[in-house]
T-cell receptor, first 112, second 114 residues
Framework: DSGVTQTPKHLITATGQRVTLRCSPR?????VYWYQQSLDQGLQFLIQ???????AKGNILERFSAQQFPDLHSELNLSSLELGDSALYFC???????????FGSGTRLTVV | LAKTTQPISMDSYEGQEVNITCSHN???????ITWYQQFPSQGPRFIIQ???TKVTNEVASLFIPADRKSSTLSLPRVSLSDTAVYYC???????????????FGAGTRLFVKA
């Protein structure tokens, strides 16, 4: 157990639908990062939050949004889902970027 | 953000030492070098991080030459369970507040054979 909790582990939904992925960072970590990994692809950075504020943004689609709440958990919202959104979505947390990231076990999203 | 270049794949045998080199010619003064390991369908796991010279922990060593334009992850006496993808990342720590766009490249797929 890495200390980063992601729910749900698996999610199957239809095209056009909206889903919410949840991440609880490791205790004491203020930064949360979201990544997307499609089949046999590298990890694509989506977005970073630090203590509730957005700090860095990657190639995140406009259909996707995220937020970090006062209790530091984060949610990634994916809307108008397309088949190509099927992927593993990872959340990571860190105290500082330099201390290394701790990743959760991911949410596998399948869009049918 | 410094771009990194790694071999796409490497093969090794159990018990051998494996060295994976990462090139980062545009590394900036404040950049650190970090390596992660990823097994299929799992999140990456932090292996080691360094700024210069040599860093060693219980699982690996990281060698960084003086010009810092490359780095080498050394895995001593690999086993079958070391078969994974290894990512080299280079970037500014950014402190607690600074944004840090962590970019993972394609990584190096290491295959360890019996």
């Amino acid at each position: 157990d890495s200390g980063v909790t992601q729910t749900p582990k698996h999610l199957i939904t239809a095209t056009g639908q909206r889903v919410t992925l949840r991440c609880s960072p490791r205790s004491g970590d203020l930064s949360v990062y979201w990544y997307q990994q499609s089949l046999d692809q590298g990890l694509q950075f989506l977005i970073q939050y630090y203590n509730g504020e957005e700090r860095a943004k990657g190639n995140i689609l406009e259909r996707f949004s995220a937020q970090q709440f006062p209790d530091l958990h984060s949610e990634l919202n994916l809307s108008s889902l397309e088949l190509g959104d099927s992927a593993l979505y990872f959340c990571a947390s860190s105290v500082t970027a330099g201390s290394g990231y701790t990743f959760g076990s991911g949410t596998r999203l399948t869009v049918v | 953000l410094a771009k990194t270049t790694q071999p796409i794949s490497m093969d090794s045998y159990e018990g051998q030492e494996v060295n994976i080199t990462c090139s980062h010619n545009n590394i900036a003064t404040n950049d650190y070098i970090t390596w992660y390991q990823q097994f299929p369908s799992q999140g990456p796991r932090f292996i080691i991080q360094g700024y210069k010279t040599k860093v060693t922990n219980e699982v690996a060593s990281l060698f960084i030459p003086a010009d810092r334009k490359s780095s080498t992850l050394s895995l001593p006496r690999v086993s079958l369970s070391d078969t994974a993808v290894y990512y080299c990342l280079v970037g500014d720590i950014g402190g607690k507040i600074g944004g840090f766009k962590t970019i993972f490249g394609a990584g190096t797929r290491l295959f360890v054979k019996a």
